[in-house]
């Protein structure tokens, strides 16, 4: 799948990059009104002309003359590897069961291939369902590194609900497999049942009393695969269980934390749909050593 160059018009949005003061102040202003921004605080209007004019990619989504999302990508370099780094895409609310934040990735990936390069990288947050179905299930990307604590300790949270753990994405995306999720193609919803169903829980939850799910336990995986259950909408566990969000932090990070050591990794996200209740999962697959970093 390719995006056309320059104005990209899908279902009523045109996506570009920024180019006018008033366009990068609009974005500014948009990262500010996203609670989900706090961590990463964001990007100064002056800062994103800067990237835009040397190397990075500062594009937008525009609804007529309103800007509907942006995302901004800065060139990374880890010694070995020249890549893309995203380090936010944000979606106005009324916007965010669009395709948008799809869509721009489709257009930064046009804009990365064109320079050259084959990779982009971003990391979010391992407990938003929304966020793992968007960069494993839609677009392909293979998560292969979990970061605690990796903006800092908010001093002020006391209830540790911006803990800001976090989940590497790799995003190859010149490969075959990163096609074909472009294009549309991977397991069913049948199959998807069935390999979870038939591979073993790391995280255990239980049905609390405001009718969210919450862990209770976490188990090692063992066998040919996992599965690792995080909360299919985060936004109610802030509103409704906020006393939990510690509790599942904890338990996603401990669950990781044992799942790298034995050597499973990421492959797909999955959403079931089971007695009408609606289920987040991460699946992994048995892969080889992790390699060990720093």
Known sequence: MTAAHGEDRVRGFRFRRLEKPEEFRQAEDLQRSISDVESTAAVPASLQRVLQDNGGVVAGAFADIYLAGCCVATLGWDGTTLYYYAHLTVVRPEYQNHHVGYRLAAF???????????????????????????????????????????????????????????????WEIATPSVEQRLAGVGPTRDQALQRWRTSGA?????????????????????????????????????????????????????????????????????????EHERRGFYLLAKGPPPESSP
């Open 108 to 170: 930064l990936r046009d804009e990365v291939l064109r320079q050259g390069l084959d990779e982009v990288r971003w990391a979010f947050d391992p407990l938003s369902s929304r966020a793992a179905w968007l960069s494993v299930r839609k677009l392909g990307g293979s998560p292969d590194r979990y970061f605690t604590h990796y903006y800092g300790q908010p001093p002020d949270d006391a209830g540790g609900g911006l803990e800001t753990d976090r989940l590497r994405v790799r």
């Open 202 to 274: 790391i995280v255990e939850t239980e049905t609390g009393e405001s009718g969210l799910r919450l862990p209770t336990a976490v188990s090692e995986p063992s066998g040919a695969s996992a599965h690792l259950e995080v909360p299919f909408d985060l936004q109610s566990i802030r509103e409704h269980e906020p006393a939990s969000l510690r509790r599942w932090r904890h338990a996603v990070r401990d669950a990781f934390r044992a799942a790298q050591d034995l050597g499973y990794v990421v492959d797909d996200f999955a959403v079931i749909t089971e």
